[in-house]
Structure formats: structure tokens, C-alpha cells
């Protein structure tokens, strides 16, 4: 059974103990990510997180590598738009190094003038190798329009410009501000030691005080579509997007959205997979995915084509989307679907890193609490008419956002407009 546990200050330490397995697998959880940031400090809770790799006051940036890498273990970390987390995945008997690893980055980290000059460059070339990736760039012009004018639409990792001006006391004072035990999760999956564990990170941040939890700001729907938005560059292939939005991670609506998603273009036995790419030869890489956030969600087609057949392929996912808002898929369609969903989900549990990192989100997120057994109850009851109905919510026009990356002048962008009334 999972623990979940508060402590005064605020920080939460959820577990859940695997004794058969050999491994433990920890991870930090901050509520700092892309969305609470604007668009003069874009960038820096990905900054910030580079620099705690860069050493602490206690250990320098190799000694903390080779703290965990010489006794067999991994050590990462990651920034999406909600959370930045830095995990460790290690034998179980050397679960309190990855704790006192972890808290020395979060506790001590040397944030030095020098490092922060170092790694401005080193990301300065991060973002220049996005926009020679099409594939990479053409989500980030989608998020753009998707969310216009609000932090979920910027990138990642910043701009030339915002990251070029983050100064070392910009991002001392992000930090004070997000690292603080209230907006903390500790997450730990594997063989371990459910007392000890809570044990050691109470020594470790019990004393800190307690602050308000941050907040964001709530992103909305603009209902201002078809929008399309096309980047001229000389590729060998274009680059496609399409996106609506779609509920959030705490809507109850979610569970037949990742239905849906999987039925659509989620893998291999999907609509979009089979027709475009089986069926017409028109793609290589064609699929969906659904994103979720606290307080709203996307769903996303993406696709890498023969720059000719941008209109054709365009046209097909749009006769796939009617379909979808028609009629509702098979029974037997829906069952494997299903199927799928709880299958990937019971996998992914076997391993205590992908199991932590499922914990670490929820808990961090403040998602309603479920264990597997009620998911999997809750998507068998998914019905055809409930995907169908969804389908209808959320593919309409005035929501659909293009983004298409490739060698198609002004004259032939607007031609792909037609294609976009459905």
C-alpha cells in the first residue's frame, strides 16, 4: 500500500515498498516548471536544474556523478512545464546515499558565478540544437498558438534572450522562492525501508520553515481556430502538428481521453497509424499523444511527410478526426484499447523508476489519489458512446491549431486553410 505523509513544514514523502525487487528508486519533486515562468526569466527552472548537477558545497559535479555511478547506480534529472524532478535509481542497500545525495544538490548546491557562466553557453547550445531539429521545434510553434500569451506556450528551454539576461541572483531567488518544503515531494519505489526512509528525510529538511505553496496562472481556451502557423525552411520533409485541447490531468474525463488517444493514434493499431501510414504510404512518423496539465490538456498529432503530400496527409487525419465525432469505434476496437492502457500501466509498475515516477507526479500534482486496481476499474467502464461524445467536445474548429515546419511558401500555406474547416 502506498504511504503518503506530511510533514509540519509541508513536505510530503510518499513510498511504496517492492521487497521482491533489488532496486529503490528516489526522486525530488519541485512545483517549478515552464508555466511559472514569463518571458523574461523563460528558461531558468531548466537553468536551475542544470546548475544543481554543476556540485554542491559538499561534493563537486563529478564527485556527485561518481557518488552514485560507482556503486552501479543512475542519476538524472528533468524540467517539463509543471515539475522539475531529480531522481536516483540505485541498489536498495544504498538508499540513504541517494537521499543524502539528492538533498545535498537541493541543500548545498554552490550555484557559483562561474558555473552559472558555463552552463548559460552550454544551454545557449541546447536551444540552437531544438531549432535544427524540426521535429522538435514544430511542438513548440503548436504550444504557441495552443496557448497564446501564457507560459504553457513558451519554450522550455527559454530563448536566446531571456537566457542571455538570467543573472546568478535571479536564479538564488527562484530558487528560494520554489525550493521550499511545501512545494517538495519526496518520492521512493523499490525495496525499501518505509520508516527509515521517512526517518532520513525528516532529518534532512525537517528544520527548513515552512513557505506558501506557489501558484500559476490558469491557462484557457482560445476559441479562435482554425489557426496555422508555417515556418519556411529547406527540409526533406515537412514537419506537422495539429493540436485541440483536451482535459486536464484532474478531470474525471481523462481516463476516456487516454481512451481515445490510443484508439486515434496512440500506437501501432491506431486509425492514424494504419490509414496513413499502412493503408496510403503518406508517412513514416504519424501518432498522437495527450498532454495533461493541472488545469487543462492537449491533444496532438504529429507527423513527418513528403513535402508534396502536406495538403493530402492534412486532409486525411482531418477525414480521421470526422470519423472519431460520427460514430463511436467498435466494441472490440474499445477493448483493445483498454487492453492497452492497462497492460502498459501494470508494465510500467514492474519497474521502480517508471513506478516512482507515476507516485512522484500524482502526489506532487495533488491528482485524486487512486491506486491501479481503481484505474483499471475505472477505464474497463469507458463505453463507445462516452468516446464518441468526447470526440465531439473537443474536435471542433474553432479549436484546432496547425503547425507545419518545411519548404511551402505564403501561397501554399493558405491553400492548407480549406483542409482545416471540419
Not at 78 to 99: Q, R, V
Not at 346 to 370: C, F, P, Q, R, V
Amino acid at each position: 500500500m502506498y504511504k503518503i505523509e506530511t510533514l509540519g513544514n509541508g513536505l510530503k514523502i510518499c513510498s511504496y515498498n517492492m521487497p521482491h525487487m533489488r532496486s529503490v528508486s528516489c526522486g525530488t519533486w519541485i512545483r517549478a516548471g515552464g508555466r511559472y515562468e514569463n518571458k523574461k526569466n523563460s528558461g531558468i527552472s531548466h537553468f536551475l536544474e542544470h546548475l544543481l548537477f554543476k556540485g554542491s558545497l559538499k561534493r563537486n559535479a563529478r564527485e556527485l556523478k561518481e557518488a552514485i555511478e560507482g556503486v552501479g547506480g543512475q542519476l538524472n534529472g528533468f524540467t517539463s512545464e509543471e515539475f522539475t524532478c531529480y531522481f536516483i535509481k540505485i541498489l536498495d542497500k544504498k538508499l540513504n546515499l541517494s537521499i543524502d545525495v539528492l538533498s545535498d544538490m537541493l541543500l548545498n548546491a554552490k550555484l557559483s558565478e562561474e558555473d552559472l557562466e558555463l552552463e548559460r553557453r552550454v544551454i545557449m547550445e541546447e536551444i540552437k540544437m531544438y531549432l535544427d531539429q524540426p521535429a522538435h521545434l514544430v511542438h513548440d510553434m503548436l504550444n504557441e498558438i495552443l496557448f497564446k500569451d501564457h507560459p504553457l506556450g513558451m519554450p522550455l528551454a527559454g530563448t536566446f534572450e531571456s537566457v542571455k539576461n538570467i543573472t546568478r541572483k535571479d536564479v538564488m531567488d527562484y530558487k528560494e522562492r520554489f525550493y521550499n518544503p511545501s512545494n517538495i515531494v519526496f518520492s521512493g519505489c523499490g525495496s525499501i525501508d518505509l520508516k527509515g526512509f521517512k526517518s532520513a528525510i525528516s532529518g534532512l529538511f525537517g528544520h527548513r520553515e515552512k513557505s506558501s505553496p506557489v501558484k500559476f496562472t490558469v491557462a484557457k481556451k482560445s476559441p479562435h481556430g482554425p489557426k496555422l502557423n508555417v515556418f519556411f525552411k529547406e527540409t526533406e520533409q515537412t514537419h506537422l502538428t495539429l493540436g485541440v485541447y483536451a482535459p486536464s490531468k484532474n478531470n474525471h474525463k481523462r481516463f476516456a481521453m487516454s481512451l481515445f488517444n490510443i484508439i486515434l493514434g496512440g500506437n501501432m493499431s491506431s486509425r492514424l497509424f494504419q490509414h496513413l501510414r499502412e493503408n496510403l504510404g503518406l508517412a513514416y512518423d504519424i501518432g498522437s499523444h495527450y498532454r495533461r496539465y493541472a488545469d487543462i490538456g492537449s491533444l496532438v498529432i504529429s507527423a513527418g511527410v513528403e513535402n508534396s503530400k502536406l495538403k493530402e496527409v492534412l486532409a486525411a487525419i482531418i477525414v480521421e478526426l470526422n470519423k472519431m465525432k460520427k460514430e463511436p469505434p467498435s466494441a472490440e476496437e474499445l477493448k483493445r484499447a483498454k487492453d492497452f492502457y492497462c497492460g502498459q500501466l501494470l508494465i510500467s509498475m514492474e519497474d521502480t523508476l517508471d513506478h516512482m515516477m507515476w507516485l512522484g507526479e500524482n502526489i506532487s500534482a495533488d491528482s485524486k489519489y487512486y491506486v491501479i486496481s481503481e484505474i483499471i476499474g475505472i477505464v474497463n467502464k469507458v463505453s463507445r458512446e462516452q468516446i464518441r461524445l468526447l470526440a465531439k467536445e473537443i474536435l471542433r474548429d474553432e479549436f484546432l491549431n496547425v503547425a507545419v515546419i518545411g519548404p511551402h511558401k505564403e501561397k501554399q500555406a493558405k491553400c492548407l486553410k480549406e483542409v482545416l474547416n471540419f
